[in-house]
């Protein structure tokens, strides 16, 4: 078997997240590195699954000497039947100098001049919402002044 005759993931879009954010905390350089934790206020979860974010999340940000940023956010949601989403998006955020400045300044950047992408899973006790736990979302995102939009795609 060659690696051609291997399956190619497809895409399918799946929902889209609004997260808002209070501003970030810096802890500055720590044994991993220059360190952020950006506080997670809230936000809302629409699309195949509809939901609202709870406080209490947070992105705990890795800074790179080049500006990336590792982005690790934990967060929770809850849907209208109650049912409780643990959400965990893992990824980069990249670009030039010039546009990561702007974005560190909390200034709008067209998302196409930047890349940032994020892997999520999900875990959740409900039965009804467990295919969740079963799929890999794949998001492109966008950095706003106090908060970040992503689309996160159900890669198949």
């Not at 940023?69 to 100098?97: C, M, N, Q």
């Not at 969740?132 to 995102?141: E, G, H, I, M, W």
Request: glycine letters at 8%; one cysteine or more.
């Amino acid at each position: 078997m060659t690696f051609d005759a291997l399956p190619f993931p497809s895409l399918t879009p799946a929902f889209d997240v609004t997260v808002d954010l209070a501003p970030p905390e810096v802890h500055g350089a720590t044994s991993a590195g220059f360190r952020r934790v950006v506080p997670i206020m809230g936000g809302r979860i629409s699309g195949s699954i509809d939901a609202d974010l709870l406080p209490g999340g947070a992105d705990w940000q890795l800074v790179r000497a080049d500006g990336t940023i590792e982005v690790d956010a934990r967060y929770s949601a809850r849907t209208a039947d109650g049912d409780l989403l643990l959400l965990h998006a893992s990824g980069l955020r990249t670009g030039t100098p010039d546009v990561l400045d702007c974005l560190a300044r909390g200034e709008d950047v067209d998302p196409h001049d930047y890349t940032f992408r994020t892997v999520v899973r999900i875990e959740t006790a409900s039965r009804k919402l467990d295919a969740l736990q079963r799929s890999l979302f794949l998001a492109s995102a966008e950095r706003q002044a106090n908060a970040v939009r992503y689309r996160a795609h159900r890669v198949g």
